[in-house]
T-cell receptor, first 114, second 109 residues
């Protein structure tokens, strides 16, 4: 199984540009989420989805949009990139929204905004 | 929502056991205790989880205090590959995973 796949692995953007970070999972997981990780810090939840057509905000949603049109894909959109969004982004999925299921994480997208 | 507290860093000699503590004094009766680790430049990976009883798997053991206010992740024989940041997580309302800063484990050859 491929698990959780994120693309691209690296990206450099100019301030004001927009882009979409892709996340796909092949495990038929209902629950997907996006995190960002700044240097020396833990992961912070940006947005999450409990199924196709359903999304909600996490801790740090400002500046990001998400949508979930299929079970497999959960793209994260940066509307107008800012240097403060320089970070490593991780996508995760879980089978169902239960407290005893494990999460699977992608390898991350390292984003630099100049 | 219950909060977790972990030491910022720990060291261990290679091939010795490692005990990574986590305090969660405000844990509720239905909160599961999850542990994840993050190797350098990688995404977090699942290690183990439990509710009340001690748990074992191929990677580690989880010892949960009787009052559930603390738990300990046990790596039975640390290897260099175990050098990582270890996160103790109690899924919050809505079952979202909220990460703290975790414990950075250094394994000394």
């Amino acid at each position: 199984n491929a698990g959780v796949t994120q693309t691209p692995k690296f990206q450099v953007l100019k301030t004001g540009q927009s882009m979409t970070l892709q996340c796909a999972q092949d495990m038929n997981h209902e629950y997907m989420s996006w995190y960002r990780q700044d240097p020396g810090m833990g992961l912070r939840l940006i947005h999450y989805s409990v199924g196709a057509g359903i999304t909600d905000q996490g801790e740090v949603p400002n500046g990001y949009n998400v949508s979930r049109s299929t079970t497999e894909d959960f793209p994260l959109r940066l509307l107008s990139a800012a240097p403060s969004q320089t970070s490593v982004y991780f996508c995760a999925s879980r089978k169902i929204r239960r407290r005893d299921t494990e999460a699977f994480f992608g390898q991350g997208t390292r984003l630099t905004v100049v | 929502d219950a909060k977790t507290t972990q030491p910022n860093s720990m060291e261990s000699n290679e091939e010795e056991p490692v005990h990574l503590p986590c305090n969660h004094s405000t844990i509720s009766g239905t909160d599961y205790i999850h542990w994840y680790r993050q190797l350098p430049s990688q995404g977090p990976e699942y290690v183990i989880h439990g509710l009340t009883s001690n748990v074992n798997n191929r990677m580690a053991s989880l010892a949960i205090a009787e009052d559930r206010k603390s738990s300990t992740l046990i790596l039975h024989r640390a290897t260099l590959r175990d050098a990582a940041v270890y996160y103790c997580i109690l899924p919050r309302t809505g079952n979202q995973f909220y990460f703290g800063t975790g414990t950075s484990l250094t394994v000394i050859p």
